[in-house]
C-alpha cells in the first residue's frame, strides 16, 4: 500500500503563492507517476501536474491554465512532489489531491486532500 501525506494548503490572496507538498510511504510499492490533482465546488475533479516515469527518468504535464504559474518537482529519494504555485487566481480555489501510480500493479492512490482557497 502507499499513503500520501500533503501539506501546505491555505487561504492567500490573488497574485500571493503557496507551495504543496505530497510524501509518500509504504515503501514496497515501486510508484510511477506522481502528481496534483484538484477539485472545485461541482467541477470534476481535473489533473494540475504530473512526473511520469520515475523513479529513472520523469516527463512533466501541466494543465494548460496552470502553465508558467505553477512548477512540479519531485524529490526521489523522500519520494515526495512538491507544487510551487505563484500568481494565484480566484480559480484556482480548490481541493488540491495528491495523485500516485504503483509501477507494477497500475493502481491509483490519493491523498485526503488539502484546502486551497485565493480570496482577498
Known amino acids: 500500500q502507499v499513503q500520501l501525506v500533503e501539506s501546505g494548503g491555505g487561504l492567500v490572496q490573488p497574485g500571493g503563492s503557496l507551495r504543496l507538498s505530497c510524501a509518500a510511504s509504504g515503501t514496497d510499492v515501486k510508484i510511477t507517476a506522481m502528481g496534483w490533482y484538484r477539485q472545485a465546488p461541482g467541477n470534476q475533479r481535473e489533473l494540475v501536474a504530473s512526473i511520469k516515469g520515475l523513479p529513472s527518468g520523469s516527463f512533466m504535464n501541466y494543465a494548460d491554465s496552470v502553465k508558467g504559474r505553477f512548477t512540479l518537482s519531485s524529490d526521489n529519494a523522500k519520494k515526495t512532489v512538491y507544487l510551487q504555485m505563484n500568481s494565484l487566481r480566484y480559480e484556482d480555489t480548490a481541493v488540491y489531491f495528491c495523485?500516485?501510480?504503483?509501477?507494477?500493479?497500475?493502481?491509483?492512490?490519493w491523498g485526503q486532500g488539502t484546502q486551497v482557497t485565493v480570496s482577498s
Open positions: 495523485h500516485a501510480r504503483g509501477l507494477f500493479n497500475g493502481r491509483d492512490y
